[in-house]
C-alpha cells in the first residue's frame, strides 16, 4: 500500500532515524513483555499495511490511516489463493475514486485465502478496515520476518511523522 | 489575441465568454483557456494554472509580434497575481439560488457563458461568468483577492454549499467529457484529434489565419488519424491515465489520457485516444489494467448529461 507517494519519499529520510529509536524503545520493554505476537498483535509496515498472525496463518489488510487516505475504495484485487509472495511483492491493487495503491505483502508465505466480500464490496475496507475489511490470509514460511515489522504503537508515531 | 487562439473574437457579444485553445504551428493545443469579451477593447482571460508561466509567455510574445506588425497599437497585457485577484467556483444546481441572496446581478438573465460585472458579498469589482468545469450549473466569480476569504466563508455559511478538493473536480469534469490539459490535451494533439472541432469557428476557418490552421484544416476535412473518445466499463478497476487500450486481437491500439470511476454512473469512466476505425460509439475495445484485460465500451460523452443555464433560442 503506497499512500501519496511523492510525499512518503520526501518523508523517510527523516523517519528513519526516528523508527531506529522507538525500535530501541520497544526492545526494553520486550523485556518485560512476553512474546508479542502470541496474542494476535496487528503489526504493520511502512506501507500501511497490517498482519495479525494467529499460529502459522497471518491475516493482512490496511490501516485506518492508509484506508483514510485512500478515500472511498471501489475496487479491489487481491491475490489469488496458492500464490506464494515474499515479503514486499506487490500483491493487489486497491482503486479509490482519486487512485491506485499498490498492496504489499508485509510477509513471506503462500495465500490461503482472499477476502472475497470486499471484492464485493470494496467499501469494507472503509468501513470495517481491521475487520471485515481483512485482504487476505498467508500460511507463513518466515515468521522470523514479524520481528521486523511494527507494533500498533510503533506504526501510530510513524504515521505522526507521515502527517504534514 | 486571435493570432494565438481559434476563436471569433472579432464577432463575439460583449460579455460573453467562449473556450477556446493556443494552438502551436503543428496544430497543437498548447493550453485551453476561456476568453470572456468584456468590451470591444477589453478582453478577461482565464487560463491554466498549471500553465501560468507559459501561457504569460505565450501572450507576451504575441503581443511583441503583433506590436512589431503594427508600431502604434496600444494594447496592454495585464497579469493578475493571486495577490491581487481571486477566482473562487461555485458550482451545482442550486448554485444560482445561493448566489442570488449576494449579488446585485440578477442571474436569471445571466445565461450560460455570460457574465457580468457584479458586487457579491457587498465587495465591489466582482466579476460572475456563468461557466465551470464541472459540467453543472454554476459560476466562477473573479473578486479582489484581500475579499476572497470573505466571500468565500460568506458563501459556505449557506448549508448547501460544500467545499470540493480537486478529486472531486475532476470526476465532475470527467463525467461531463472535458478535457484536462496535459492530459487529454497536450502540445501533441490538435483540437480535431481531441474532438474539440467546434471550438475553430466559421470565420477562422475561412480565413485559415491561426497558427497550425493547415494541419488542423487538412484533420477537418480528411477526418484525423486517431481520435479522442469516451470508454464505459461496466466492471473492473477504473482505468487509469497510461492504461492501454487493446482491439480485439490483443494489439495495444491507444493510450487512455483519464480516467475514474463515475459515481454518477456506477461505472468505470475514460478518455483515450485511439485510431479514427475505432472511434465510433458502440465499439468494443478492452483496457489493459496491471496485465489483465476488462471491456469496455466506445461512449459518447458527455458521460453524465450537462445541465447549463442556456439562453431559450
Given at each position: 500500500?503506497?499512500?501519496?507517494?511523492?510525499?512518503?519519499?520526501?518523508?523517510?529520510?527523516?523517519?528513519?532515524?526516528?523508527?531506529?529509536?522507538?525500535?530501541?524503545?520497544?526492545?526494553?520493554?520486550?523485556?518485560?513483555?512476553?512474546?508479542?505476537?502470541?496474542?494476535?498483535?496487528?503489526?504493520?509496515?511502512?506501507?500501511?499495511?497490517?498482519?495479525?498472525?494467529?499460529?502459522?496463518?497471518?491475516?493482512?489488510?490496511?490501516?485506518?490511516?492508509?484506508?483514510?487516505?485512500?478515500?472511498?475504495?471501489?475496487?479491489?484485487?487481491?491475490?489469488?489463493?496458492?500464490?506464494?509472495?515474499?515479503?514486499?511483492?506487490?500483491?493487489?491493487a486497491l482503486e479509490s475514486v482519486k487512485a491506485a495503491s499498490e498492496v504489499y505483502s508485509p510477509i513471506s508465505g503462500k495465500v490461503i485465502e482472499k477476502n472475497l466480500n470486499i471484492e464485493e464490496t470494496p467499501s469494507l475496507i472503509n468501513s470495517s478496515c481491521y475487520d471485515k475489511g481483512w485482504l487476505?490470509?498467508?500460511?507463513?514460511?518466515?515468521k522470523e520476518e514479524l520481528s521486523g515489522l511494527m507494533t500498533e504503537e510503533q506504526y501510530n508515531d510513524f504515521v505522526k511523522t507521515q502527517e504534514h | 489575441m486571435e493570432s494565438i487562439c481559434t476563436a471569433d473574437l472579432q464577432n463575439f457579444p460583449n460579455n460573453s465568454s467562449v473556450l477556446t485553445v493556443f494552438t502551436n504551428d503543428q496544430g497543437g493545443v498548447l493550453d485551453d483557456l476561456i476568453i470572456t469579451k468584456i468590451s470591444q477593447d477589453h478582453l478577461y482571460v482565464v487560463s491554466n494554472a498549471a500553465m501560468?508561466?507559459?501561457?504569460?509567455?505565450?501572450?507576451?510574445?504575441?503581443l511583441e509580434n503583433h506590436k512589431k506588425n503594427s508600431p502604434s497599437s496600444n494594447i496592454k497585457v495585464k497579469f493578475f497575481e493571486p495577490q491581487e485577484r481571486g477566482l473562487v467556483a461555485l458550482q451545482g444546481p442550486k448554485a444560482a439560488e445561493v448566489l442570488q441572496k449576494l449579488t446585485d446581478v440578477d442571474l436569471t438573465k445571466l445565461y450560460f457563458m455570460t457574465s457580468a460585472e457584479a458586487t457579491v458579498c457587498g465587495a465591489g469589482a466582482c466579476r460572475i461568468t456563468r461557466c465551470g468545469y464541472t459540467g453543472e450549473d454554476g459560476f466562477e466569480i473573479s473578486m479582489p483577492a484581500i475579499k476572497a476569504?470573505?466571500?468565500?466563508?460568506?458563501?459556505?455559511?449557506?448549508?448547501?454549499?460544500?467545499?470540493?478538493?480537486?478529486?472531486?473536480?475532476?470526476?465532475?469534469?470527467?463525467?461531463?467529457?472535458?478535457?484536462?490539459?496535459?492530459?487529454?490535451?497536450?502540445?501533441?494533439?490538435?483540437?480535431?484529434?481531441?474532438?474539440?472541432?467546434?471550438?475553430?469557428?466559421?470565420?477562422?476557418?475561412?480565413?485559415?489565419?491561426?497558427?497550425?490552421?493547415?494541419?488542423?484544416?487538412?484533420?477537418?476535412?480528411?477526418?484525423?488519424?486517431?481520435?479522442?473518445?469516451?470508454?464505459?466499463?461496466?466492471?473492473?478497476?477504473?482505468?487509469?491515465?497510461?492504461s492501454?487500450?487493446?482491439?480485439?486481437?490483443?494489439?495495444?491500439?491507444?493510450?487512455?489520457?483519464?480516467?475514474?470511476?463515475?459515481?454518477?454512473?456506477?461505472?468505470?469512466?475514460?478518455?483515450?485516444?485511439?485510431?479514427?476505425?475505432?472511434?465510433?460509439?458502440?465499439?468494443?475495445?478492452?483496457?489493459?489494467?496491471?496485465?489483465?484485460?476488462?471491456?469496455?465500451?466506445?461512449?459518447?460523452?458527455?458521460?453524465?448529461?450537462?445541465n447549463y443555464y442556456t439562453k431559450p433560442k
Open positions: 500500500m503506497v499512500v501519496q507517494r511523492f510525499i512518503m519519499c520526501a518523508a523517510n529520510s527523516v523517519t528513519k532515524a526516528r523508527i531506529l529509536n522507538q525500535c530501541r524503545k520497544q526492545m526494553t520493554n520486550r523485556l518485560i513483555h512476553t512474546s508479542r505476537w502470541m496474542f494476535a498483535e496487528r503489526l504493520y509496515t511502512n506501507k500501511h499495511e497490517w498482519v495479525e498472525v494467529d499460529g502459522e496463518t497471518g491475516t493482512i489488510g490496511i490501516s485506518q490511516y492508509a484506508q483514510e487516505a485512500l478515500g472511498d475504495v471501489v475496487y479491489a484485487q487481491l491475490p489469488d489463493v496458492d500464490t506464494v509472495l515474499k515479503q514486499k511483492d506487490e500483491c493487489g487476505f490470509k498467508v500460511k507463513l514460511s518466515n | 501560468k508561466k507559459q501561457d504569460q509567455a505565450h501572450l507576451l510574445k504575441a476569504v470573505d466571500i468565500s466563508r460568506e458563501l459556505i455559511r449557506n448549508g448547501d454549499v460544500k467545499l470540493a478538493g480537486l478529486g472531486a473536480r475532476d470526476s465532475l469534469r470527467l463525467e461531463a467529457g472535458m478535457c484536462l490539459y496535459g492530459s487529454d490535451l497536450t502540445a501533441e494533439t490538435t483540437p480535431v484529434e481531441a474532438a474539440l472541432t467546434w471550438l475553430i469557428a466559421k470565420r477562422r476557418r475561412e480565413a485559415r489565419d491561426f497558427p497550425g490552421a493547415e494541419v488542423i484544416l487538412k484533420q477537418i476535412k480528411e477526418g484525423p488519424q486517431k481520435k479522442r473518445v469516451g470508454l464505459v466499463a461496466d466492471s473492473g478497476p477504473p482505468a487509469r491515465h497510461g492501454a487500450v487493446v482491439d480485439d486481437n490483443g494489439n495495444v491500439i491507444g493510450s487512455v489520457t483519464s480516467g475514474c470511476p463515475s459515481p454518477s454512473l456506477n461505472k468505470n469512466i475514460a478518455m483515450a485516444y485511439v485510431p479514427s476505425a475505432y472511434s465510433k460509439n458502440g465499439s468494443k475495445l478492452s483496457l489493459k489494467i496491471r496485465e489483465k484485460l476488462y471491456s469496455a465500451v466506445v461512449t459518447k460523452m458527455p458521460f453524465v448529461p450537462s
